[in-house]
């Protein structure tokens, strides 16, 4: 029986770990057609949940649907009528993020914005 609890609990601490330093501010700047674009992510985890915004000068958009297991995350937000999916993972402390729409895919890293 304590072959089965400790792994299981060590699993249990690891995501925990990972959700934690997911959760908090994050800030990114993509190549668009019209320029650079700066944007911000503020995710909160809850269990085996995150949620948040996702904003800039521009205004904000709040995410839902989404989900954190370890060091990979997914959640989903409307932009302009579409639909747009994030699929993410925590790697090296940056966020690798894949973002998947009708008009395609594109990949982009989003670093965490350290308190002042």
């Given amino acids: 029986m304590k072959k089965i609890?400790?792994?299981?609990l060590f699993m249990l601490l690891c995501?925990?770990?990972f959700?934690?330093?997911?959760?908090?501010?994050w800030t990114t700047t993509i190549e668009t057609e019209n320029g650079e674009y700066?944007?911000?992510a503020e995710y909160k985890?809850?269990?085996?949940a995150i949620s948040g915004k996702l904003y800039?000068?521009?205004?904000?958009?709040?995410?839902y649907d989404g989900k954190i297991k370890g060091n990979e995350f997914e959640y989903k937000f409307e932009l302009n009528y579409y639909t747009i999916k994030h699929v993410?993972?925590?790697?090296?402390?940056?966020?690798k993020i894949k973002s998947i729409s009708d008009n395609g895919e594109s990949e982009?890293?989003?670093t965490a914005v350290k308190d002042e």
Wanted: proline share 2%; no cysteine; hydrophobic share 40%.
């Fill in 108 to 110: 982009f890293t989003m």
């Fill in 56 to 63: 800039s000068v521009d205004g904000q958009v709040k995410i």
């Fill in 5 to 8: 609890i400790l792994p299981a």
């Fill in 88 to 95: 993410g993972k925590l790697v090296d402390g940056e966020l």
């Fill in 38 to 40: 700066t944007f911000f």
């Fill in 45 to 48: 985890v809850s269990g085996d």
């Fill in 19 to 25: 959700a934690q330093k997911v959760e908090g501010t």
């Fill in 15 to 17: 995501t925990a770990t």
